[in-house]
């Protein structure tokens, strides 16, 4: 049975004067006390143990317990606390020690503090409370935190480290100088929660963390808005985030799974994973970025799938030694490149679709830089499907590209190989190879080109099988300058332009073609003028006529001739 305690500022018949005493006869009677609390406001440090509930009779925040400093609760037993108001500074104001302490349409407020500590092997759980200002510490704790609301904390709103494993439900963190939950060598569950306003990372996962997200919605946050990093797993579910500096960010070997979440108006990236990062993102959706969709960097190395891309600047760009795999992505709107690979990075897209975008795929770095595209399509786009250059290497199969400038083109020292892919409808040419790029194409069909449908400039080389060029304005194939390689088994069809422009260096092997083949002709090298410049002559400020010049001569005769025609 629970013995019950009456607690009213003025004392009187069958009531204690302060919470202290009250807990001091329950103390001695070593009973479950309950301890009600008329309303006023209470000075004192409280230490409760045993199984003992406060609990105020006159409503949520009618009972005030504070101190001018130190800490107001010391819990150590089975504590229940309802309703009451804790105020302290300087200290942890509630702090469990032992046993478990739970507490209930309360509000905590911590001036230059911690709010609430759970220490090692307690267990804390916060219920429809309100935390102001301090943080709340989990420390190889159990906790269980349901509807409550975190507000302007100094630091961390919630912290979960050391081995602790918490829960927060359908809770509300806002206006946190650092971080609104950060997990570090521990475990915790955030669901259902909104945060915004943090100074850092809204959520983050830290030193082998395991961290769990579902169903959450975060905004106005000025860093990311779940983070992961230092060897951390976990997962994001259903999560929104608007207005983040980056929705999510992995580094240093962290590894989530992250599925169905929205990543909306992020100022730079929507997903960002670097340093070793990896991660796998299913059926996510990343608009209107400020920068970059997608953002694998600095040996980053993520799998997405299933993604949707829409409005912002870049789509996917993966640089700095990174890699990542593409599978099932939709891009569509951007005013930037859809697919970016630079800088000795490693990239796969797998089943990509690209609409109106002014570029598809951009290449550029050293021979480690590699693409490989498969069962993709490119449409509307301003200028080119395909653009490798520097000395990248991609490989594209079973790509469409329709209704833009350029379908694929290779230059420097790149290299480009093309198998069963299309080109319609582009207005400057299907393929080109120029500088000293390479292009190998094998079943490589290009339709419509207002200009041509195979190029070859400078010292390009160009291995082309088994194509065909159909109704190409100019020319089926233009070879130009000193480009060479062969075009094997391959036609020109159609009524306008030629088959093929000839320079004389690319071997026609079983051309079929109705079309006349045309040989260019060689102009012969106009050589510049000479110029002599000598600065040690005369200057001359005015026009001069019939002067005759020398130097480096020991004897100089001058004549003059007037116009009488005598000489001096």
């Known amino acids: 049975m629970v013995a019950k305690y009456l607690v009213s500022p003025g004392g009187g018949r069958r009531a204690y004067a302060n919470i202290t005493s009250a807990l001091a006869a329950a103390a001695g009677r070593g009973r479950a006390a309950l301890v009600e609390i008329a309303p006023g406001r209470y000075e004192e440090a409280l230490t409760v143990r045993g199984e003992v509930q406060l609990a105020a009779i006159g409503g949520r925040g009618s009972v005030v317990v504070s101190r001018p ?16 108001v804790l105020i302290g500074r300087d200290a942890d104001v509630v ?10 349409h309360s509000e905590v407020r911590a001036h230059n503090g911690v709010s609430v500590h759970a220490r090692p092997n307690t267990s804390v759980t916060l219920r429809d409370s309100v935390i102001l200002y301090g943080r709340t510490l989990f420390s190889g704790a159990g906790g269980l935190v ?7 904390a100094a630091d961390n709103a919630v912290a979960v480290i050391e081995g602790a494993d918490v829960s927060v439900r359908d809770s509300w963190i806002g206006g946190s100088r650092i971080h609104g939950v950060r997990v570090s060598d521990a475990r915790a569950q955030v669901a259902g929660c909104e945060l915004t306003g943090t100074g850092k990372a809204a959520i983050m996962a830290d030193t082998r963390a395991e961290l769990s997200v579902s169903g959450c ?11 992961f990093i230092e060897q951390s797993r976990g997962s994001v579910d259903g999560t929104r985030v608007t207005d983040a500096e ?6 240093s070997g962290a590894d989530p799974v992250v599925r169905g979440c929205a990543f909306t108006e992020c100022r730079d990236t929507g997903i960002n994973v670097q340093t070793s990062g990896r991660g796998r993102f299913e059926d996510c959706e990343v608009l209107d970025a400020g920068n970059v969709a997608v953002f694998s960097t600095k040996g980053g190395a993520p799998e997405v799938h299933g993604c949707r891309i829409a409005r912002g600047n870049v789509g996917i760009a993966v640089t700095d030694a990174a890699r990542g795999r593409f599978t099932r992505v939709d891009i569509e709107d951007l005013t930037g490149t859809a697919l970016r690979v630079l800088d000795e990075s490693r990239a796969v897209f797998e089943q990509v679709r690209v609409e109106r975008c002014p570029s598809g795929v951009e290449t550029r770095g050293n021979g480690g830089t590699t693409a490989d595209v498969t069962d993709a399509g490119f449409r509307g786009f301003d200028m080119a499907a395909v653009a490798v250059l520097g000395q990248s290497r991609v490989t594209l199969k079973g790509v469409a590209a329709e209704r833009g400038v350029l379908g694929f083109g290779v230059g420097e020292d790149a290299q480009l190989f093309v198998h069963d892919c299309d080109v319609k409808a582009v207005s400057a040419g299907g393929a080109i190879a120029f500088g000293k790029g390479k292009l190998v194409a094998k079943n490589l069909t290009v339709t419509g080109s207002e200009a041509f449908g195979l190029c070859g400039k400078d010292d390009a080389y160009l291995d082309v099988v088994n194509s065909e060029f159909v109704d190409c304005a100019a020319a089926g194939a233009s070879f130009d300058d000193s480009c060479g390689g062969r075009l094997v088994d391959c036609s020109v069809q159609g009524t306008r332009g030629v088959a093929v422009q000839d320079n004389g260096r690319v071997d026609l092997v079983s051309l079929r073609t109705s079309l006349p083949v045309v040989k260019q002709v060689t102009k012969p090298v106009e050589l510049p003028p000479t110029i002599v410049n000598n600065y040690y002559g005369p200057v001359f400020h005015a026009a001069v006529h019939g002067a005759q010049l020398a130097w480096n001569n020991n004897n100089a005769i001058q004549q003059q001739t007037n116009e009488d025609g005598s000489s001096t």
């Open 217 to 227: 919605v975060i905004n106005a946050v000025h860093a990311e808005a779940v983070m």
């Open 95 to 104: 702090g469990c020690h032992a046993g478990t302490l739970t507490l209930e």
């Open 69 to 84: 400093s130190g800490a107001v609760l010391d819990a150590f037993g089975a504590v229940r606390v309802h309703g009451l």
């Open 146 to 152: 349901e509807r409550c609301r975190f507000t302007d």
């Open 246 to 251: 980056h929705g999510i960010g992995v580094a």
